[in-house]
């Protein structure tokens, strides 16, 4: 079992990616089997196959321990043999892995298996081109909690073996005061106030504190609150230079809104230190997998 990325072991982040992997395989088989696999039990039960799994294009891979699981949940003697793993570059038309095992249990795992694989292969391969593009400048690219719903660990752990870090994990783990907490708090000051206290009795204390701001007034006003994370929600690269200006270091600032592609590589050239990204996650093309299988 591979470790859990550093940005998801935080004492009170209560991750373990054993446990992570268990529960989703089992929900996505119970999701897919319920009573039996009708198909495959048109298979002499005693049948042993082999099967391999190969890229049509290019990619990042991601989901290695979600895919060998459904195979072992229902054959425990099956074997794999990875010819890739987490986080390596794969080419059009290489093999990925090879599986030996129980022909129903490796026909009734196909879908499942290749679905996780894919699924976070392309958040993997999504991630390393943002990551790739801002190459060279002091931006890190971070995921968001856009994430399929069921699937939040698995895709920051997709994030991470395709170069990016993880923002915080959900809501219990970081407080990001944004625009309707602002509002509903009365203003930026009783907004960090109320953060502040709330980490000295009762949140971790080390808890990360991040407010958004839209303009620079409220990012003054941050500043005069002692803010050391700061979101620049929909600012333009000129804003965000004459914010990295103005900060000087004092805090660390966060881009947010309208990244893409294409505006990613300007938007770290102005100097910010962290860059977010919802679509690392919500808008993917699965890579192309394909299972061939014969009967031994």
Request: some cysteine; proline content about 2%; aromatic content about 4%.
């Amino acid at each position: 079992m591979a470790d859990l990325p550093l940005d998801l072991q935080a004492p009170h982040a209560h991750h373990d990616l054993e446990a992570v992997v268990t529960a989703d395989v089992t929900r996505a088989l119970q999701e897919d089997i319920r009573g039996g696999d009708l198909t495959a039990s048109l298979i002499p039960g005693n049948a042993r196959g082999h099967a391999r799994v190969i890229t049509r294009e290019n990619g990042v891979l991601a989901g290695c321990e979600w895919f060998q699981r459904c195979f072992t949940e229902l054959d425990c003697d099956s074997e794999i043999f990875w010819h890739a793993r987490d986080g390596d570059t794969v080419i059009a038309d290489q093999q990925i892995c090879d599986i030996q095992g129980n022909a129903r249990a490796l026909l009734t795992a196909e879908r499942s298996a290749l679905n996780f694989l894919q699924t976070l292969s392309a958040v993997a391969t999504k991630t390393r081109s943002f990551v790739d593009a801002v190459a060279n400048t002091k931006s890190k690219i971070l995921d968001t909690r856009k994430t399929l719903p069921g699937l939040r660990i698995a895709s920051k752990f997709a994030v991470r073996m395709g170069g990016g870090h993880n923002h915080r994990v959900g809501l219990f783990d970081g407080i990001l005061i944004k625009e309707n907490h602002i509002m509903a708090a009365g203003g930026i000051r009783p907004a960090m106030e109320a953060a502040l206290q709330l980490i000295q009795h009762s949140a971790p204390a080390d808890t990360v504190i991040e407010i958004e701001v839209e303009n620079m007034t409220q990012l003054t006003e941050a500043l005069s609150c002692g803010a050391k994370l700061i979101l620049l929600d929909n600012f333009t690269p000129a804003a965000m230079r004459k914010a990295v200006a103005l900060v000087a270091g004092r805090c660390e600032l966060e881009a947010s809104g309208g990244v893409n592609i294409k505006t990613v590589r300007a938007i770290a050239e102005t100097g910010v230190d962290r860059i977010s990204i919802g679509t690392l996650t919500k808008d993917i093309h699965a890579l192309d997998l394909s299972m061939r299988f014969k009967i031994n």
